[in-house]
């Protein structure tokens, strides 16, 4: 579950609910996708509170008054509201089946049950096949959340069958005013790195992630001898418990350093600029192979992942591969 929030920027995907509510027919079935760490979760909360209070807001964002309802909804609590939360690594038919059999039942508390289901983009085939048949007939007075970063993933006969809001990032300005809301410190750099990701930001942040790109960064100065300190910095402190934000941060600067060599340039990386113009310089008339080098790195690193080999390794690839023959 995303932290909560205040979400700023999605003032036209909330109208888009306060206005489904204020008809008082609520589809039954909602995508919310995009990005992951942007708000999504934090909004669908929002929804279920007001599905569950029965109530319009008066105003232009999703609340609710009802500080009791709220509380248990936030607790996981509330005899009407039900979780599925999902991963590639424990997806449950059982649990699925189980939930789906609960919302044919009459609420509880409330005129609505709510189901969110979590990380939709990874349920296997046989949970979206027991959420389809739901969906064809689907059970009165219940509205499903489903939340997704990746919409290309569920079935196109679930999609048909859904309503659909797609969440853009924030932009770095709001990212770093929520930061600020929440008083986290350096929420300026944390917002120029989170990618409009606020719970990425957030794991920066719990992590020494400014720390870490930093570091990651002076790894790609054009001296060789540089990255084989910040491979032993990172093998020496165990950081590769924090794979996700060592590769995003050599993804980053893979990308920056692959726009520099097509001439692009944006002056609010200055500070990757300056570590990584000796090596464009010196690569720019190779920049076709240079290019094809960074996509290998990057696919292979993904692939290395998913294979669950060593972390520590994946990394020593990536630094060599790019430093291959540049020496």
């Given at each position: ?14 109208s ?15 995508i ?16 279920a ?72 983009s ?36 679930l ?76 093998i ?27 001439g ?14 000796p090596?464009?310089?010196?690569h ?38 790019f ?5």
């Amino acid at each position: 579950m995303e932290r909560a929030h205040k979400i700023l920027g999605y003032e036209k995907e909330e109208s888009v609910l306060i206005r489904a509510l204020s008809s008082g027919k609520v589809f039954p079935t909602w995508i919310f996708y995009g990005p992951s760490g942007i708000g999504k979760a934090s909004i669908a909360i929002k929804f279920a509170k007001c599905l569950l209070a029965g109530t319009v807001p008066s105003g232009n964002t999703l609340d609710t008054d009802n500080v009791e309802l709220s509380k248990t909804v936030d607790m996981r609590t509330h005899p009407d509201f039900f979780v599925l939360e999902q991963t590639e690594e424990s997806v449950s038919i059982e649990d699925t089946r189980k939930l789906l059999m609960k919302v044919r039942k009459s609420p509880a508390l409330s005129q609505r049950r709510v189901v969110l289901l979590e990380n939709s983009s990874g349920l296997n085939k046989n949970i979206y096949n027991s959420l389809l048949k739901i969906l064809e007939e689907p059970p009165r007075n219940t509205v499903m959340i489903m939340i997704c970063d990746n919409i290309g993933t569920i079935p196109k006969t679930l999609l048909s069958r859904a309503a659909k809001i797609f969440f853009r990032p924030p932009n770095e300005a709001s990212v770093k005013q929520i930061l600020d809301n929440m008083n986290v410190p350096d929420s300026a750099r944390l917002a120029q790195l989170s990618g409009g990701s606020v719970g990425y930001a957030l794991r920066l942040s719990q992590n020494n992630g400014i720390e870490i790109y930093e570091n990651i960064l002076k790894g790609f100065y054009c001296d060789g001898s540089v990255y084989r300190k910040t491979l032993k910095w990172i093998i020496d402190n165990n950081l590769c418990e924090n794979f996700a934000i060592i590769k995003s941060s050599i993804f980053r600067i893979l990308k920056i350093y692959a726009d520099m060599l097509c001439g692009v340039v944006d002056e609010k990386f200055a500070e990757e600029i300056k570590i990584l113009e000796p090596i464009v310089s010196a690569h720019r008339e190779y920049a076709d192979h240079e290019i094809e080098k960074i996509q290998e790195i990057i696919y292979m690193t993904e692939l290395h992942n998913h294979l669950i080999l060593d972390k520590n390794a994946v990394i020593v690839n990536a630094f060599e591969r790019f430093f291959e023959n540049k020496e």
